[in-house]
């Protein structure tokens, strides 16, 4: 704030430089301005290198070294090996790749469902919520976003019960006849199930003999496994109560007019959503789902608590997978080699995101 | 105004000069601990120790048993239970400040062998022939017997007795052998109930393989028989007892896993170790059962499996001296006989196997596997592999056993090559 007005107190007396001449550069208010910017910003820039850019670094070095877990990986007890660690999990058949291809297939089906549903039902709610005709609504505000202000853990915790073998899930399905998996134990996929409904359980030969990256199709065409379906409804449940505030701050945003001008046209509700609203809504829209993919292809937490990876590695994520290769398997530098391939994973993404939703109105 | 911004400047070269001074501080710290001679362990203070704890009574006698020993020596200790072992040990084996003393499973002590972390010290313990050989094995790294095992468990068949009766049985039909186990579980199956509930992971093969005269890895960890034909057999054999639906996997009996199935009486048997008796005696205090050692195998080989945790020490720990004390103490026949009857485990000390049968004549069952118990499976960076092996055994029962350990042979075979 204070920058902002000595820059507009500034102003008058830049121009009046500029008209006279060249100035030594560095003197004068505006260098001294810069010098003040660098502060004002250096708590800020000081959190970013010590937190942020130099872990990357670090982490950047681990996985294109031999470190092996004990002391400093910048001490000598750790070699440059180039791309070592990066080839054995992308070019070697073995069971680094095996894993890591069968974690981005999972979390692909993860994210698949988790970004446009809890998009779809965060808008949904704040639509609803938006309504100027509404008794209580700031209980259904704190309702809906109460799963988002809960502990993951705790929230985690609950599932686990909520969907053991003998929970309350299952006994409310048998009670309408209905025999409930063992949601946390079955790693059959979705896609494998419905297949199964016609009559389609072994692969057709096309699918099995072939693939790409050493799974076949008919694995990576597998869907989510009930155990993992159950995460993605615990994901979708507690992060749309966030993006619901998000989207509620920007319908509020919308000035009553631009309805009111949309209803004397002769619009109906959903023209006026569809053609109205949602344009407007548009930043907002590529916000969400850009939170929504990094943050869904990061999943963690839910997967360190609930699963572990089990059943069958159908609930690894690239996320947890290089924490397990890390801590559990002691080879540090495939596990940072993971987490970049993971950041590469969501760079693409985001960008192939953003050329997507990309302002298209400019060419009509 | 000239002022204020002066004021500026020189706030702005200190937050630029605490950047710098943190960042020295950070590099400090690394170098400071690379080129330190004693890396791991706490140099002042009292020794740590960092133990996996099973519960509230685990923790409170490991404590007990370590006051103690501050009593009897004056050298002071921390008995810390951690939420996650593995993930705090390698963070304190990263940062030089592993515990002095910590528990270690048989994987990550073969991992942190490997890299030479782990301080050899057995041979300086008290009678160190005295612990059980399938254990000593465990915990043996280039034909080095490593650390002292603080405890172990066995495998045994349990029998819900009234189910048992109910089905006609006597005690003369207590399994000896494969097809005797096979009939009696196909006898016990019942309505929604299995006979038999195994383990879905390779802990439910593995004694049958062994049992059959096969093997997994050898003992050097540098070759690997997973495919062999009497394994083959023998994973064949459970596929069978698994499609004729006289043993089923806990996932297809809603439960957890087999000690829940066994308990719930989703299942007549189940074979399961130590750890099975606590869960009965704190969930299922009602259900009556018996515990027996396990058949044997068509050749008559007997075998059961093994599982433990050692007592580790860094080996760059500059106060190993005194943390040996303390694993002697913790570890000698006496104290192992008082951590079993306050928490229910079995000693690592074949000393102690007379008084541990007097005191728990009900479980004997598993202290009689200890002549033919083989070491689970173990080898440095093996987890991810193991738990490949675990997911293929789930789905054992649609699957052809050739197929699936000739699959976990090739991954063994490249962690293998991958070690060197």
């Given at each position: 704030?204070?920058?902002?007005?000595?820059?507009?107190?500034?102003?008058?007396?830049?121009?009046?430089?500029?008209a006279?001449?060249?100035?030594?550069?560095?003197?004068?208010?505006?260098?001294?301005?810069?010098?003040?910017?660098?502060?004002?910003?250096?708590?800020?820039?000081?959190?970013?290198?010590?937190?942020?850019v130099?872990?990357?670094?670090?982490?950047?070095?681990?996985?294109?070294?031999?470190?092996?877990?004990?002391?400093?990986?910048?001490?000598?007890g750790a070699?440059?090996?180039?791309?070592?660690?990066?080839?054995?999990?992308?070019?070697?058949?073995?069971?680094?790749?095996?894993?890591?291809?069968?974690?981005?297939t999972?979390?692909?089906?993860?994210?698949?469902?988790?970004?446009?549903?809890?998009?779809?039902?965060?808008?949904?709610?704040?639509?609803?919520?938006?309504?100027?005709?509404?008794?209580?609504?700031?209980?259904?505000?704190?309702?809906?976003?109460?799963?988002?202000?809960?502990?993951?853990?705790?929230i985690?915790?609950?599932?686990?019960?909520?969907?053991?073998?003998?929970?309350?899930?299952?006994?409310?399905?048998?009670?309408?006849?209905?025999?409930?998996?063992?949601?946390?134990?079955?790693?059959?996929?979705?896609?494998?199930?419905?297949?199964?409904?016609?009559?389609?359980?072994?692969?057709?030969?096309?699918?099995?003999?072939?693939g790409?990256?050493?799974?076949?199709?008919?694995?990576?065409?597998?869907?989510?496994?009930?155990?993992?379906?159950?995460?993605?409804?615990?994901?979708?449940?507690?992060?749309?109560?966030?993006?619901?505030?998000?989207?509620?701050?920007?319908l509020?945003?919308?000035?009553?007019?631009?309805?009111?001008?949309?209803?004397?046209?002769?619009?109906?509700?959903?023209?006026?959503?569809?053609?109205?609203?949602?344009?407007?809504?548009?930043?907002?829209?590529?916000?969400?789902?850009?939170?929504?993919?990094?943050?869904c292809?990061?999943?963690?937490?839910?997967v360190?608590?609930?699963?572990?990876?089990?059943?069958?590695?159908?609930?690894?994520?690239?996320?947890?997978?290089?924490?397990?290769?890390?801590?559990?398997?002691?080879?540090?530098?495939?596990?940072?080699?993971?987490?970049?391939?993971?950041?590469?994973?969501?760079?693409?993404?985001?960008?192939?995101?953003?050329?997507?939703?990309?302002?298209?109105?400019?060419?009509? | 105004?000239?002022?204020?911004?002066?004021?500026?400047?020189?706030?702005?070269?200190?937050?630029?000069?605490?950047?710098?001074?943190?960042?020295?501080?950070?590099?400090?710290?690394?170098?400071?601990?690379?080129?330190?001679?004693?890396?791991g362990?706490?140099?002042?203070?009292?020794?740590?120790?960092?133990?996996?704890?099973?519960?509230?009574?685990?923790?409170k006698?490991?404590?007990?048993?370590?006051?103690?020993?501050?009593?009897?020596?004056?050298?002071?200790?921390?008995?810390?239970?951690?939420?996650?072992?593995?993930?705090?040990?390698?963070?304190?084996?990263?940062?030089n400040?592993?515990?002095?003393?910590?528990?270690?499973?048989?994987?990550?002590?073969?991992?942190?062998?490997?890299?030479?972390?782990?301080?050899?010290?057995?041979?300086?313990?008290?009678?160190?022939?005295?612990?059980?050989?399938?254990?000593?094995?465990?915990?043996t790294?280039?034909?080095?017997?490593?650390?002292?095992?603080?405890?172990?468990?066995?495998?045994?068949?349990?029998?819900?007795?009234?189910?048992?009766?109910?089905?006609?049985?006597?005690?003369?039909?207590?399994?000896?052998?494969?097809?005797?186990?096979?009939?009696?579980?196909?006898?016990?199956?019942?309505?929604?109930?299995?006979?038999?509930?195994?383990?879905?992971?390779?802990?439910?093969?593995?004694?049958?393989?062994?049992?059959?005269?096969?093997t997994?890895?050898?003992?050097?960890?540098?070759?690997?028989?997973?495919?062999?034909?009497?394994?083959?057999?023998?994973?064949?054999?459970?596929?069978?007892?698994?499609?004729?639906?006289?043993?089923?996997?806990?996932?297809?009996?809603?439960?957890?896993?087999?000690?829940?199935?066994?308990?719930?009486?989703?299942?007549?048997?189940?074979?399961?170790?130590?750890?099975?008796?606590?869960?009965?005696?704190?969930?299922y205090?009602?259900?009556?059962?018996k515990?027996?050692?396990?058949?044997?195998?068509?050749?008559?080989?007997?075998?059961?499996?093994?599982?433990?945790?050692?007592w580790?020490?860094?080996?760059?720990d500059?106060?190993?001296?005194?943390?040996?004390?303390?694993?002697?103490?913790l570890?000698?026949?006496?104290?192992q006989?008082?951590?079993?009857?306050?928490?229910?485990?079995?000693?690592?000390?074949?000393?102690?196997?007379?008084?541990?049968?007097?005191?728990?004549?009900?479980?004997?069952?598993?202290?009689?596997?200890?002549?033919?118990a083989?070491?689970?499976?173990a080898?440095?960076?093996g987890?991810?592999?193991?738990?490949?092996?675990?997911?293929?055994?789930?789905?054992?029962?649609?699957?052809?056993?050739?197929?699936?350990?000739?699959?976990?042979?090739?991954?063994?075979?490249?962690?293998?090559?991958?070690?060197?």
């Open positions: 704030m204070a920058a902002q007005i000595e820059a507009t107190a500034a102003r008058p007396a830049a121009s009046a430089r500029r006279r001449g060249r100035r030594p550069r560095g003197g004068g208010i505006r260098g001294r301005e810069a010098a003040a910017g660098w502060l004002f910003t250096a708590p800020a820039v000081l959190m970013i290198v010590v937190f942020l130099v872990p990357i670094l670090m982490a950047a070095w681990v996985s294109v070294s031999d470190w092996s877990g004990i002391g400093n990986p910048f001490g000598g070699h440059y090996v180039g791309t070592r660690n990066y080839s054995a999990l992308l070019t070697q058949g073995g069971l680094a790749r095996q894993q890591l291809v069968q974690s981005i999972n979390n692909f089906y993860y994210v698949l469902l988790v970004v446009p549903l809890q998009t779809v039902l965060a808008l949904f709610l704040a639509v609803a919520l938006n309504r100027r005709r509404l008794a209580g609504r700031g209980f259904f505000r704190t309702a809906y976003y109460f799963p988002s202000v809960t502990s993951t853990v705790a985690s915790i609950v599932f686990l019960f909520l969907f053991s073998g003998s929970g309350v899930v299952n006994t409310i399905l048998g009670d309408l006849g209905a025999n409930g998996p063992t949601w946390f134990a079955d790693p059959n996929g979705l896609i494998h199930l419905l297949l199964g409904v016609f009559g389609v359980h072994t692969p057709p030969a096309a699918l099995a003999n072939h790409l990256l050493g799974q076949s199709w008919w694995d990576w065409l597998s869907g989510p496994s009930i155990a993992m379906t159950v995460i993605i409804v615990l994901s979708i449940w507690t992060t749309s109560g966030t993006f619901m505030l998000i989207f509620l701050a920007a509020q945003n919308i000035p009553a007019e631009v309805e009111e001008a949309a209803i004397m046209d002769g619009t109906n509700a959903w023209q006026r959503m569809r053609r109205v609203t949602l344009p407007m809504l548009r930043p907002t829209l590529f916000l969400v789902l850009t939170l929504g993919l990094i943050g292809w990061q999943v963690f937490d839910q360190y608590i609930m699963s572990q990876g089990n059943p069958s590695g159908t609930t690894l994520t690239p996320a947890y997978l290089s924490y397990l290769t890390s801590f559990g398997n002691q080879q540090w530098g495939e596990g940072a080699a993971i987490s970049f391939l993971l950041f590469a994973i969501i760079v693409v993404l985001t960008v192939l995101q953003r050329f997507l939703l990309r302002e298209r109105d400019a060419g009509r | 105004m000239k002022t204020r911004l002066g004021h500026a400047k020189t706030a702005a070269i200190g937050a630029a000069l605490l950047m710098v001074t943190s960042a020295c501080s950070s590099g400090g710290g690394f170098g400071a601990g690379g080129s330190a001679p004693s890396g362990g706490t140099s002042t203070g009292p020794l740590t120790v960092l133990i996996g704890s099973s519960g509230p009574a685990e923790t006698a490991v404590t007990a048993a370590a006051a103690a020993f501050t009593k009897q020596t004056g050298i002071k200790v921390t008995v810390t239970a951690a939420q996650n072992l593995t993930q705090q040990l390698a963070q304190g084996f990263a940062a400040s592993a515990p002095d003393v910590f528990y270690l499973d048989p994987v990550s002590f073969q991992s942190y062998a490997e890299k030479g972390a782990l301080y050899a010290y057995a041979d300086q313990i008290s009678n160190p022939a005295d612990f059980y050989p399938a254990l000593k094995s465990a915990f790294y280039n034909n080095t017997f490593t650390c002292v095992p603080k405890d172990w468990s066995t495998l045994g068949l349990a029998i819900n007795e009234s189910d048992w009766t109910a089905a006609g049985l006597t005690d003369a039909d207590i399994p000896t052998t494969w097809s005797q186990l096979e009939s009696v579980a196909k006898k016990l199956s019942t309505g929604g109930r299995a006979g038999l509930v195994l383990a879905p992971d390779h802990t439910g093969v593995d004694d049958f393989i062994y049992q059959n005269g096969g997994l890895l050898s003992d050097d960890k540098k070759s690997a028989a997973f495919d062999s034909s009497q394994n083959v057999q023998a994973v064949s054999f459970v596929k069978t007892l698994l499609t004729s639906g006289a043993a089923k996997f806990p996932a297809a009996l809603s439960a957890g896993w087999n000690g829940e199935a066994f308990g719930e009486n989703k299942a007549a048997m189940t074979i399961v170790g130590n750890w099975l008796v606590g869960t009965m005696s704190s969930d205090p009602s259900v009556k059962y515990v027996v050692t396990l058949p044997s195998g068509p050749s008559g080989t007997k075998a059961t499996l093994s599982f433990t945790n050692c580790g020490i860094p080996a760059s500059s106060r190993r001296d005194e943390a040996v004390k303390l694993v002697d103490y570890s000698s026949a006496e104290q006989m008082t951590f079993a009857k306050e928490f229910g485990v079995m000693p690592s000390r074949e000393s102690d196997a007379a008084a541990w049968t007097r005191e728990f004549p009900s479980e004997t069952a598993f202290l009689q596997g200890s002549p033919y083989h070491a689970d499976l080898i440095a960076g987890t991810q592999t193991i738990s490949n092996y675990d997911s293929l055994v789930a789905q054992l029962a649609s699957s052809d056993p050739k197929t699936l350990l000739s699959t976990v042979q090739t991954n063994f075979e490249a962690l293998i090559k991958q070690n060197g």
